[in-house]
């Protein structure tokens, strides 16, 4: 059945591909600064503004910048993210095929039904979908218990677009369960290698300047390009103190699920500072739970979720929707409540509220998975060979 949809996928994409970039051309300006010997990033720009994104985003987009004849050549350039979206839906087959928990007749929601994630892949050629790329990547490793590739290919991932952070917490808590305290802090220098590696060029120019701008978690986002907060006048959306309420559920709800849901997918594991590193690998459900329920409470509780996002969870949510107890026509009329929110532009104040709905439908019914309950056969480790 995969292979069907896989087939159906090319020519799908082949024929949405037409000259509809929107922040292509500010890429290939911000990378050819680069490309003319200019390493100090605050001197990097775009039509759009200065660049924001690691190094990683400059390595890549530069290649593009080449393949694509100094980005003129947009087609081209259509073609190559054409190619990435097959190839991360095979990942993604792959590591649904693992969990043996959703349903063959999701993949045709997953596949043919969102208009939007074929634009956001084939026609715009924003950095998203490279990064979740890699981040899907990542999570194959670490289903296949090959973690300190996961945290290379993850750490490639950040450096192309923070957004993957996110997933980050529930990655930290999976490593102190998997291989305890010291180390976790081994796989924590592998996540820390290739940003210091990628960056050099430019920690040398300006250091403080790469730091400043590559990770600049404070930065302001425009209002008219908002997805879920057009339901709050543009002076709130704005305000300081609204956007440190949201960290604070944001990092609340982390804590919550940590406490009294995450820690009963592993029976018998003692939590603390120093952890011991575990005999067994971790089964699949007892990895994809956390990390997509972590992602999807960062994008419930986001500043700002603009339509590129889509991607940072549109492949997760049949997983999670399927850890529920919903009954399919709920989690089919979830899918698709939430992509109609994501196809409304510009956004107003019913799909910006039918989509924080969504979310929370989505975390209530995550909070009383039958994932959390001792009997769970999914949650049996597996000894490692």
């Not at 976790?184 to 210091?196: D, F, G, R, S």
């Not at 994008?299 to 999670?320: D, E, K, N």
């Not at 109609?340 to 019913?350: A, E, F, K, Q």
């Amino acid at each position: 059945m995969t292979r069907g949809f896989l087939l159906f996928q090319a020519p799908v994409t082949a024929l949405l591909s037409t000259n509809t970039e929107i922040d292509w051309k500010a890429y290939m300006q911000e990378v050819e600064g680069v490309v003319n010997g200019t390493y100090d990033y605050t001197k990097l720009r775009g039509d759009t503004g200065p660049l924001v994104y690691p190094a990683g985003f400059v390595y890549v987009y530069m290649a593009l910048y080449y393949v694509t004849s100094y980005g003129h050549h947009i087609r081209l350039g259509q073609y190559v993210f054409a190619l990435l979206y097959i190839l991360s839906l095979v990942i993604l087959f792959d590591i649904y095929r693992k969990t043996k928990r959703v349903p063959p007749y999701s993949f045709i929601f997953m596949c043919c039904a969102s208009y939007r994630i074929h634009s956001i892949y084939v026609l715009r050629l924003f950095n998203d979908p490279v990064a979740m790329f890699f981040m899907y990547v990542a999570i194959n490793f670490f289903l296949r218990d090959r973690w300190s590739i996961g945290c290379l290919m993850y750490s490639f991932g950040v450096s192309i677009k923070m957004n993957l952070l996110l997933f980050s917490p529930a990655i930290l808590m999976l490593l102190m369960v998997r291989f305890g305290t010291l180390k976790t802090l081994l796989h924590l220098i592998v996540c820390a290698v290739p940003q210091i590696v990628l960056a050099v060029p430019f920690l040398l120019e300006n250091p403080v300047g790469y730091v400043v701008r590559a990770f600049n978690f404070g930065r302001q986002f425009f209002y008219v390009w908002t997805v879920n907060w057009r339901l709050i006048p543009e002076e709130i959306f704005l305000n300081k103190y609204f956007q440190t309420a949201l960290l604070i559920l944001h990092v609340t709800f982390l804590i919550l699920f940590f406490v009294f849901k995450w820690r009963r997918l592993y029976p018998g594991v003692g939590f603390g500072i120093l952890m011991k590193e575990s005999p067994t690998a971790l089964s699949p459900n007892q990895i994809l739970l956390p990390l997509f329920t972590s992602n999807l409470i960062g994008m419930s509780f986001s500043r700002s979720l603009h339509y590129q996002f889509y991607v940072w969870y549109f492949h997760t949510l049949h997983y999670l929707l399927w850890s529920t107890t919903q009954p399919p026509i709920v989690k089919i009329l979830v899918l698709g409540v939430i992509e109609l929110c994501w196809n409304t532009y510009p956004s107003t104040v019913l799909s910006s509220s039918l989509l924080h709905v969504c979310h929370a439908v989505l975390l209530y019914g995550l909070w009383y998975s039958p994932d959390y309950t001792p009997n769970d056969k999914n949650l049996t480790a597996t000894k490692v060979d």
